[in-house]
């Protein structure tokens, strides 16, 4: 598949900075930022990192970084430091399930 065709999938996939089992945590943390920070976008390119990101030389590392720091530029360092060690810890899971799903 192309990168647009990656994209576009994303995109019609995404949750949005979901988090999976913390979700209700997440939602309410992100939530904090408002919806006219735009924090959405930034979600939908980590989603994009996590499920594609491999085939373009994205690490987790990267991928977890780069929300964090989209977050921060919003204004809220808090929340994105809550967010990069959620990240760091729990984001394994969803990470190693698209790599299992390419096998």
């Known amino acids: 598949m192309s990168l647009i ?32 920070r735009n924090y959405g976008c930034g979600c939908v390119q980590h989603d994009f990192d996590y499920r594609f990101g491999h085939k373009y030389g994205i690490s987790k590392w990267y991928a977890d970084k780069y929300l964090a720091s989209y977050i ?3 204004g809220h360092p808090f929340i994105a430091s809550a967010v990069w060690s959620g990240l760091t810890f729990g984001g394994w899971f969803a990470w190693w399930k698209y790599r299992k799903s390419e096998d």
Do not use: V
């Open 72 to 74: 921060t530029a919003s």
């Open 5 to 36: 065709a990656d994209w576009k999938i994303t995109c019609a996939e995404t949750d949005e900075c979901s988090t999976g089992i913390l979700k209700p945590l997440a939602r309410w943390l992100l939530n904090k930022i408002g919806r006219s």
